[in-house]
């Protein structure tokens, strides 16, 4: 793999690209790994971890990020006509391309937040709490369209 820059960020909520609360993309300087704030440090470090992670093993496993927002883009779209009720998250589908690496991303994440003594189903509530905010901004933008 060619030698790669990496930026970690934290952003207003308002600022995620698509329905996503985690995100990565390819910019002239290198990835952008993206989080919307959760306001709570140990939450923002956590997605920031699971992104970089995923970013890493997805482009090491030859998975194109266009793949990932389109995967994700459509599940979310399938999610919000009553599929899926059971799937917590896009990448966790059976037919998500980058599964694997999203569920060791997810077992590391797990890991740190067990070494932080961080409750998963607090963070997971508050995360839900940002990606609903997220979910309206962009049903709100569709309907000015």
């Not at 995100?23 to 790994?33: H, L, N, V």
């Not at 690496?101 to 961080?118: C, N, P, S, Y």
């Amino acid at each position: 793999m060619p030698k790669l820059s990496y930026t970690l960020k934290i952003e207003p909520w308002k600022k995620m690209r698509y329905l996503t609360a985690g995100d990565y993309f390819k910019t002239k300087d290198g990835w952008k790994i993206v989080t919307a704030d959760m306001g709570n440090s140990d939450y923002n470090f956590l997605v920031l971890i699971h992104e970089l992670i995923e970013l890493y093993l997805t482009q090491k496993h030859g998975v194109t990020e266009p793949r990932i927002k389109k995967f994700d883009e459509w599940f979310e779209h399938e999610k919000s006509k009553g599929k899926f009720k059971k799937i917590l998250s896009p990448g966790r589908h059976p037919k998500a391309p980058y599964k694997r690496e999203h569920m060791f991303a997810v077992k590391i994440e797990d890991l740190l937040r067990k070494e932080l003594g961080v409750s998963r189903k607090k963070q997971w509530e508050v995360e839900d709490k940002v990606f609903e905010k997220i979910k309206k901004m962009f049903e709100e933008r569709s309907h000015k369209k």
